[in-house]
């Protein structure tokens, strides 16, 4: 697995069993000099967690073989510094969802959501905590 270097373009990987969704916010990072990594679903993150360093990771809350929070905690056991760099989208605003995503500590934007709004949590949460480049 390779780590961040100067020379090697970010990476996120962006997890949504909503193609509709994860396919257009790849192609927004994409354009703004990003690599994307798009997995469709908790089993999925989890095999390219193990193959590829990711210097971020965008997820959905809500998919069918997982939660969001119980992925995080298995992401951050492969790859702990996404402990720092994740984001969660989701437009459920219950109790319940509050509460995991909360424990998590990581950033939260709701669906649906402006663009330029996603595009202000992903550079705070992922791309300031990269290393500097010179």
Known sequence: MTKHTPNRTPTVLIVDDQQGVALPIAELLRRRGLDTIVADSGAAAIVELHHQWFDGLLMDFHMP?????????????????????????????????????????????????????????VRLVILDKLEPQP
Not at 81 to 90: D, E, G, I, N, S
């Open 65 to 121: 073989d997982v939660r969001g929070d119980a992925l995080y905690a298995r992401a951050i056991t492969i790859q702990p510094h996404l402990a720092r760099r994740t984001v969660f989208l989701t437009g459920d605003v219950s109790d319940l969802v509050r509460d995991a995503l909360t424990s998590t500590g990581s950033a939260v934007v709701s669906k649906p959501f402006e663009i330029a709004e996603l595009e202000r949590v």
